[in-house]
Nanobody, 123 residues
Framework: QVQLVESGGGLVQAGGSLRLSCAAS????????MGWFRQAPGKEREFVAS????????NYADSVKGRFAISRDNAGDTVYLQMNSLRPEDTAVYYC????????????????WGQGTQVTVSS
């Protein structure tokens, strides 16, 4: 079982920036894609961004395109989500997810999940 630990959440004013990190441990293969999802109060969890095991392929939800950027370090053990121009509607618990194989925007295709980190954007 891969362990995923998120960090970097917090409170920020609208228009501000935050960077989330997700550290993965226990991988048995480098072919491990990762993604970020979020869940706002009273809403279902939704896809935010994903990145392939190589880092060459990224995908974003329309709501965050041009504002958020996903990346991973050279070792592939840590994934980042740089969030700029934050809006109150970005307020949610952000979850890191991972899977062996290609990246995906589908929650059901991810096997491993972090505990989540709270992001709150004030207006």
């Amino acid at each position: 079982q891969v362990q995923l630990v998120e960090s970097g959440g917090g409170l920020v004013q609208a228009g501000g920036s935050l960077r989330l990190s997700c550290a993965a441990s226990g991988r048995t293969s480098s072919f491990y894609a990762m993604g970020w999802f979020r869940q706002a109060p009273g809403k279902e969890r939704e896809f935010v961004a994903s990145i392939s095991w190589s880092g060459r392929t990224t995908n974003y939800a329309d709501s965050v395109k041009g504002r958020f950027a996903i990346s991973r370090d050279n070792a592939g053990d840590t994934v980042y989500l740089q969030m700029n121009s934050l809006r109150p509607e970005d307020t949610a618990v952000y979850y890191c997810a991972g899977r062996y194989g290609p990246s995906s925007s589908r929650e059901s295709e991810y096997r491993d999940w972090g505990q989540g980190t709270q992001v709150t954007v004030s207006s």
